[in-house]
Structure formats: C-alpha cells, structure tokens
C-alpha cells in the first residue's frame, strides 16, 4: 500500500493486496450509502470475492482517497494484460469486469476533487498501461461529466461510448394492469404458457438459498445457454466467486433467488437481487428438455406477480438488449464508457484503429441502437 498526500487537503492510498481491504469494508459501505443511486457491483461484499478469485490475473489498484483521515472517495481497479480491438493491451479497468453490469466511481460529494486525486496517480503511473477503459457506468453518472472536463483540460486523448442499454421495468401497478401495457400477443402468449404448464402438474415458484448454487449451475449447465456456450456457469472461477458473494449478499438480505419446480422438479431459476427496493436481474436458465413450456416465460411472469405483491419499485434487467425483454417493457437506460489512450506506439496505434472502427459502424448504421418493440 503507498500514500501521497495531494493538495486540497486530500490524501491518496493505494491498495495492492485483497488483504488490505478489510480495514475499509465499514467506511466502503458508508460511502455507497450516500450516493443517489448505488448499485450492489460496487459494494465490498461483490469486489471483494471477485478480486480474491479474479485478482492474481494482474494488479490490484484499490485508489481510496481520505480527507482528515476519513474516506472520501474510492475506485476499486486491476490492472491486467487483455485485448483491445483482439489486439494484445495492458488494460486498467473496473475491479468487477466483465462480470459487474453497473459500475462506477464511489465519490458522494466534491467530485472534481477526488477524480482529479485520482487521475493525477494514473497518470503517473501510466507507463504501465495502454488503455483504461471503465465501463458500465449509468450515463446519467456526475463522474463521467467531471472526468470528461479534466480530460479535455489535459489534452489527454479519451472517447466516450454508449457500452450496454439496460431494459427495466417499473412496477407501479397491478399484474392485470401491467399486463394490459403489453401487447395483445404478448398477453396471449403469456396467459398461455401459464396455462399450459399448469396442465403439465403442480407449478411452484419458491424461494432459493446460497446452497442452491449448485443447482443453479446444474439448470445452467443443461440448457440452451450452454449449449450457446452463454452459460454464466461456464466462466473460468466463477464457481469459487458465486458461493462467496452469495453468502455475502444473504447475510446483506440482498438475495432474490427464486427456483420454479413443476411437480417438485426444479426446471428454471432466477438468480436476482433486492437492493434499494429492485430486483436486480443477474442470471437465469430452464433445463432444455423443459423447453416446450416456455419456463424462462414462466417463471419471469410469476416473479413479476410476486415482486408487484411485496412492493418492490423496479424490475431491473441491466445490461444487454436481448429482443426478449422488450416483450416485458419499453423503459431504458444506457450505460457508458470510458476509454483513454497513453500516449506511446502501442496506445496510438489502438486509437488509430478503434477511430476507424467506430467510423465504418456509422457508416455502415450498426452504431448502438434500440432494438425493435417485438412482441
């Protein structure tokens, strides 16, 4: 761990060890509390477990920055070798990635202070790395303005780009009433597979705990996600993550994990979240051989009765457009990224490259956009 006092009264530490971090988990988690819309990929009970597994692939940069010996801001980072455009690139990017779907800079107030602390580090460290790229950060995030205005001052070479757009659903109203905004076809198809699997036997959605893990990945494993090579069950540590953060969560009281069994089989899941009053949806699968019920339909029609009846605000189905939740909604946010350039051969020529590829997707109209309203 290293410390620089900055101007301004700001002091910077470092940490470079997933053991140093449990000293800040009580100050971490006030922090989170004080901004406007936190997300549970920022908490220490997700970075934690994941840079215990996923940390020894490169370097742990957790940037805490400290007014009158209190923590004032916080930017959990690792710094690996990864792909750039398939090109070879020493990557700093968000503790988390790929696997967090909202992500962010955790400064509650005095922002251009803390972001100018922490950007001055990075940039003298910069001769170890090529790219920094932070992604998954809500567009309507304060931090990407003041980090766009302290790059530009600096004439230091950054874009901006929509990353993910995040379908959500609101739930201010009754089932029938929700289902009444949705299309005829999609209503009839949904009354319908719910019928229908109720001539198939006794139909349960029931409440999943941490050591129903295992099953989740055995659903996973058997079903067209894995057989799409999709299956969230088939990343490398992911097994050693899942239980940890699980059981983190649960102690939290931020589990939402829902099993749906048909005659007593489980057949689908639903790996969620409740965190400030939402569901988070994080992971779901059917068994294929269940296929033919329209499970994934199913379940998300009876977790969507059931989170209306507890009262929760929000359906959030974060990041990816995938066609089929727009059956369910029309609402949206996008997520944006960070991406800045060092200044050396290997760097100049990635900007060359990603500035090429950017303009032949405009050119050619396959720039991020929203996907149709299906049915």
């Known amino acids: 761990m290293t410390a620089t006092t900055r101007k301004g009264g700001l002091a910077l530490k470092v940490f470079t060890e997933v053991a140093q971090l449990a000293e800040l988990e009580a100050d971490w988690e006030r922090l989170i509390k004080q901004l406007?819309?936190?997300?549970?990929?920022?908490?220490p009970r997700w970075i934690i477990p994941w840079l215990e597994v996923y940390g020894p692939e490169g370097e742990i940069l957790v940037l805490a920055a400290y007014r009158k010996n209190?923590?004032?801001?916080?930017?959990?980072?690792?710094?690996?070798?990864?792909?750039?455009?398939?090109?070879?690139?020493?990557?700093?990017?968000?503790?988390?990635?790929?696997?967090?779907?909202?992500?962010?800079?955790?400064?509650?107030?005095?922002?251009?202070?803390?972001?100018?602390?922490?950007?001055?580090?990075?940039?003298?460290?910069?001769?170890?790395?090529?790219?920094?790229?932070?992604?998954?950060?809500?567009?309507?995030?304060f931090n990407l303005t003041v980090t766009g205005d302290l790059l530009r001052d600096r004439k230091i070479r950054h874009t901006f780009r929509t990353c993910s757009i995040c379908p959500f659903i609101l739930l201010d109203q009754d089932w029938e009433a929700y289902l009444q905004s949705r299309s005829k076809?999609?209503?009839?198809?949904?009354?319908?597979?719910?019928?229908?699997?109720?001539?198939?036997?006794?139909?349960?959605?029931?409440?999943?705990?941490?050591?129903?893990?295992?099953?989740?990945?055995e659903i996973s494993l058997d079903s067209p996600k894995a057989r799409r090579g999709t299956s969230l069950f088939l990343r490398p540590g992911i097994d050693r993550f899942l239980p940890v953060f699980l059981e983190k969560f649960e102690e939290a009281g931020w589990l939402n994990c829902k099993l749906l069994t048909l005659d007593g089989e489980p057949i689908a899941y639903k790996l969620n979240f409740k965190?400030?009053?939402?569901?988070?949806?994080?992971?779901?699968?059917?068994?294929?051989?269940?296929?033919?019920?329209?499970?994934?339909?199913?379940?998300?029609?009876?977790?969507?009765?059931?989170?209306?009846?507890?009262?929760?605000?929000?359906?959030?189905?974060?990041?990816?457009?995938?066609?089929?939740?727009?059956?369910?909604?029309?609402?949206?946010?996008?997520?944006?990224?960070?991406?800045?350039?060092?200044?050396?051969?290997?760097?100049?020529?990635?900007?060359?490259?990603?500035?090429?590829?950017?303009?032949?997707?405009?050119?050619?109209?396959?720039?991020?956009?929203?996907?149709?309203?299906?049915?």
């Open 70 to 141: 209190e923590l004032a801001g916080l930017c959990p980072l690792i710094l690996r070798q990864g792909k750039f455009l398939r090109l070879p690139a020493r990557l700093l990017e968000f503790a988390g990635s790929p696997l967090s779907d909202r992500m962010d800079m955790i400064i509650p107030e005095r922002k251009e202070e803390v972001v100018e602390l922490f950007w001055d580090y990075l940039w003298e460290v910069r001769s170890r790395w090529d790219v920094v790229r932070l992604g998954e950060i809500p567009a309507g995030s």
């Open 36 to 43: 406007p819309a936190p997300s549970p990929f920022i908490s």
């Open 275 to 375: 965190f400030q009053n939402k569901i988070w949806l994080f992971n779901s699968s059917f068994r294929s051989s269940y296929g033919s019920l329209h499970p994934g339909y199913v379940i998300m029609a009876l977790l969507i009765q059931d989170s209306i009846k507890n009262s929760f605000r929000e359906m959030d189905y974060l990041r990816g457009a995938e066609p089929f939740k727009y059956h369910y909604t029309n609402e949206i946010r996008y997520h944006r990224e960070i991406i800045v350039f060092n200044r050396a051969f290997r760097p100049d020529l990635l900007r060359a490259l990603f500035a090429v590829k950017t303009a032949l997707k405009r050119l050619l109209g396959k720039e991020t956009r929203l996907p149709g309203k299906g049915i």
């Open 185 to 217: 076809q999609f209503r009839k198809r949904v009354r319908g597979d719910l019928k229908r699997i109720k001539r198939a036997g006794e139909v349960r959605l029931q409440e999943a705990k941490v050591a129903d893990w295992k099953l989740f990945r």
